[in-house]
């Protein structure tokens, strides 16, 4: 049966208020407009603060909270509980349905809780009329569910920390033995599922018990405390490193490539490790004993590959402390190699043990020399002379790359300019040009200053890149690459069609030139796949509007084959093997002979 509203406010019902006069919650009735139409003492005593149970009626919430507040001027939060009580009553009403709420406000300068359940209620008509309420005070209940959260919180934090120092090492808060060998299980499943490589690292550092020992051990941790964060320092985020405990430390290395990466990063840190450690004013100075194992040549476990590691450190310590051993006995011969060519490579760059080489560049067509590549040949004292696929890798993994690079372009370009000005007509020079030189921020500086300084025509000058290689860093290429070419330096894609370049990028760098790769023109007589690739990348520079030329060209037949399917630039040993500067003066001087 409808509600009527007259029924409450002419007789305030003897039921309704046996029902709730007595009872410790809050209940009321308003109108539309959140004016009282009843409230029970509770409400009254407890929110309102109203003189009488009927005081409340035809005033509304803020009525009393405003004279509250006159009342305690000196006290502003004394009462805000009744500016916020009608905007749940109009949710109520524009949601059209019951609906609990969780209030909180100040009453009489205490905070307070309460849990509120609100309906509205309607005339004959099925019309909203007006909302009841019916509300307790939950503050204690609240209080003790904010400190059961702030409890539980505490216990996490708690559990978190326990767990934490657990799995850590309480001096360098590196990860402890426990949590490492979990993380080399991860590192293991990983690189068995995607078929790569871990190389594992075990440290010991050489003779530190003799500090510990006539120092203390407050010397000693502070040392080892600087060692960790020197070498967290040197490791990328996919890796780990761990105190063992003592003064052993172990490192993974995941997703590695080859040992010479391995025998680079461990070169690095010893490089860190050997400066001074400072501690308490004294200065000392330490080195480092590496044994490292690979999975899975070495072992498919981590108790397998850190027993090998280890042997492999003090394989190392054997030897005299402060290098590294390989688990594989070849591994260590051929990263010792390495270190030795390394040393004799520096040592090449100071006494001008390289030298350059030229090779002709032919229009095969008319017969004519267009240019020639300069290429670098190393003059080893014992090993005679080395081939720059020997030596050039290593340059770039060690960082010589751009002092060598450099080293060959003032060659190149002093002994090129001396031919053009004697009158024998060496056509364009072609170098190749380092992705280091174009990261490197003083290049086009280097490049005007060198061009400059040798009075050489920039427009006599071709700069080899590889597709592999510009492909790294695309758009900071570009970018270089443009700036050279408005200097009026030509650019060429050197090894066109062993990478794996974009055309979109193709047609966005500044180049003139595609060179056809060697490997392809091996094959374009026998190898139907190999003449395929070379017809269409002939046919994608005529698209282009570019220059392309091949190299590797040893055969009458490969001449033929090139010229007929448009391709008239070319350069190989049917025309002549790299010469060295002298015979390239004799080759130019018969060629001027005519």
Not at 306 to 320: E, T
Request: hydrophobic share 40%.
């Amino acid at each position: 049966m409808p509600f009527k509203l007259t029924n409450l406010k002419e007789h305030n019902s003897e039921l309704l208020n046996l029902l709730t006069q007595h009872l410790p919650d809050m209940f009321w009735v308003k109108d539309l407009e959140g004016i009282y139409l009843y409230a029970n003492k509770a409400i009254c005593d407890g929110l309102l603060m109203a003189k009488n149970i009927n005081e409340p009626i035809g005033k509304g919430d803020v009525f009393f909270a405003l004279r509250e507040r006159n009342a305690h001027k000196d006290k502003p939060d004394w009462h805000t509980f009744g500016e916020l009580c009608f905007n749940s009553d109009l949710d109520v009403i524009e949601q059209d349905k019951a609906m609990k709420f969780e209030e909180y406000g100040n009453v009489k300068g205490k905070l307070m809780y309460l849990e509120v359940y609100k309906a509205p209620f309607y005339d004959k008509d099925g019309k909203a009329i007006g909302t009841v309420g019916a509300c307790r005070d939950i503050t204690k209940l609240k209080k003790i569910q904010m400190d059961l959260e702030k409890s539980l919180r505490s216990l996490d934090e708690q559990r978190e920390q326990l767990e934490y120092q657990a799995n850590h090492d309480y001096l360098t808060d590196l990860p402890n033995r426990i949590l490492f060998v979990d993380r080399l299980k991860q590192s293991i499943s990983l690189a068995d599922r995607y078929d790569k490589k871990i190389a594992l690292l075990f440290i010991d550092l050489d003779y530190f018990k003799e500090i510990n020992d006539s120092l203390g051990h407050h010397i000693g941790d502070m040392i080892l405390v600087e060692f960790a964060n020197r070498m967290k320092n040197e490791i990328r985020k996919s890796d780990t490193i761990s105190r063992f405990g003592g003064d052993e430390f172990c490192i993974i290395l995941n997703d590695i490539s080859n040992v010479d990466f391995i025998s680079n990063f461990i070169t690095q840190c010893m490089k860190i490790v050997k400066k001074p450690f400072i501690t308490n004013k004294q200065k000392f100075h330490i080195s480092m004993s590496v044994g490292v194992a690979f999975y899975p040549n070495d072992g498919d476990t981590p108790n397998t590959l850190l027993k090998n590691a280890d042997a492999a450190m003090y394989k190392a310590k054997d030897s005299g402390r402060s290098t590294y051993c390989f688990y594989d006995e070849n591994m260590t011969k051929k990263a010792l190699d390495r270190i030795s060519l390394e040393t004799e490579l520096r040592s090449a760059l100071e006494n001008d043990e390289l030298v350059v080489f030229f090779q002709p560049q032919m229009d095969v067509k008319i017969n004519k020399l267009v240019g020639m590549e300069a290429l670098v040949r190393w003059k080893h004292p014992t090993l005679g002379l080395v081939f720059p696929d020997k030596f050039i890798p290593l340059a770039e993994l060690t960082g010589m790359i751009v002092e060598l690079d450099r080293f060959v372009m003032k060659q190149a370009i002093r002994t090129f300019k001396g031919w053009d000005k004697a009158g024998l007509n060496p056509g364009k020079l072609s170098m190749n040009l380092a992705i280091k030189q174009l990261e490197s921020g003083d290049f086009i500086e280097f490049m005007n200053s060198l061009l400059n300084s040798e009075d050489f025509y920039y427009h006599n000058l071709e700069l080899e890149v590889t597709e592999s290689e510009i492909m790294k860093n695309p758009d900071k290429s570009i970018e270089v690459l443009k700036t050279l070419d408005k200097m009026g330096i030509s650019i060429a894609i050197d090894d066109f069609g062993t990478g794996y370049s974009s055309l979109a990028y193709l047609t966005k760098l500044p180049i003139k030139k595609l060179k056809i790769d060697k490997s392809f023109i091996d094959g374009i007589i026998d190898n139907q796949e190999d003449s395929v690739i070379t017809i269409a990348v002939i046919n994608l520079c005529i698209s282009l509007n570019l220059k392309v030329i091949a190299e590797g060209v040893e055969t009458k037949e490969q001449e033929s084959f090139l010229l007929e399917n448009g391709c008239k630039f070319v350069q190989g040993y049917l025309y002549s093997k790299p010469l060295s500067a002298k015979n390239m003066t004799n080759f130019l001087q018969e060629r001027a002979k005519g």
